[in-house]
């Protein structure tokens, strides 16, 4: 026998056995479970959001203050010449 019909048959032998129980209230825990999750993931995105606005308004902060766009001015003064 190959490998996939030593799986095959593995499978099938699972198969042909009685199915274990299910809980009566499995639904209900599954639902629970899947409301905490999704309650989670949205605190999750709410703190990313206002974690983003923040470095936003740090940035908008930080270049209005510095004004990196503008040239720093020279350390020394150019020879004056033509008087």
């Known amino acids: 026998m190959s490998r996939y019909e030593d799986k095959e ?6 198969l ?19 409301v905490r999750l999704r309650r989670h993931a949205r605190r999750v995105r709410r703190a990313l959001w206002v974690l983003g606005a923040v470095a936003v308004l740090a940035f908008v902060v930080w270049a ?14 150019p020879p004056l010449d033509g008087l």
Do not use: C, K
């Not at 048959?9 to 699972?14: E, F, I, K, M, S």
């Not at 056995?17 to 479970?33: S, Y």
């Open 64 to 77: 209005s203050l510095t004004r990196p766009w503008e040239v720093p001015p020279a350390a020394t003064t």
């Open 16 to 34: 042909d056995t009685p199915h274990p129980p299910v809980p009566r209230d499995l639904a209900l825990r599954a639902a629970e479970r899947g």
């Open 9 to 14: 048959a593995a499978v099938r032998r699972l």
